[in-house]
């Protein structure tokens, strides 16, 4: 019987990832309806989860009518708290341009950028 991946991350550094058997012609949210218990969703309508794009195989994002094959890798993702972009600009506030970036720890005398 064809088996498929289910990887939902539901907290910082935790992973939870299960084998579930596949029922020939299993769509997305037949899926997540099967598994809502078992993966700790607090929705018992996927829908929610795929309107954000939180739902994908192999990293990309996927509609719930997507039928799933034998060896597919169905990913639930959280998510952002903060946008990336932002996260980068405070960490350099804080860190200051000498200690952040490439060409940070720089020989002594070094011309800049090598």
């Given at each position: 019987?064809?088996?498929?991946?289910?990887?939902?991350?539901?907290?910082?550094?935790?992973?939870?990832?299960?084998?579930?058997?596949?029922?020939?012609?299993?769509?997305?949210?037949q899926?997540?309806?099967?598994?809502?218990?078992?993966?700790?969703?607090?929705?018992?309508?996927?829908?929610?989860?795929v309107?954000?794009?939180?739902?994908g195989?192999?990293?990309?994002?996927?509609?719930l009518s997507r039928?799933?094959?034998?060896?597919?890798?169905?990913?639930?993702?959280?998510p952002?708290?903060?946008?990336?972009?932002?996260?980068?600009?405070?960490?350099?506030?804080?860190?200051g341009?000498?200690?952040?970036?490439?060409?940070?720890?720089?020989?002594?005398?070094?011309?800049?950028?090598?």
């Amino acid at each position: 019987m064809p088996e498929i991946t289910v990887v939902c991350a539901s907290g910082p550094r935790q992973l939870l990832e299960l084998r579930h058997a596949l029922n020939p012609g299993s769509t997305v949210g037949q899926v997540l309806h099967e598994l809502t218990g078992r993966l700790g969703l607090d929705t018992a309508a996927p829908e929610a989860l795929v309107g954000d794009g939180r739902v994908g195989v192999w990293g990309k994002p996927v509609p719930l009518s997507r039928v799933l094959a034998d060896g597919d890798r169905l990913e639930l993702y959280r998510p952002l708290i903060v946008d990336p972009k932002v996260a980068r600009r405070e960490r350099f506030k804080r860190q200051g341009a000498k200690s952040a970036g490439l060409f940070a720890k720089r020989r002594p005398g070094a011309k800049a950028g090598y």
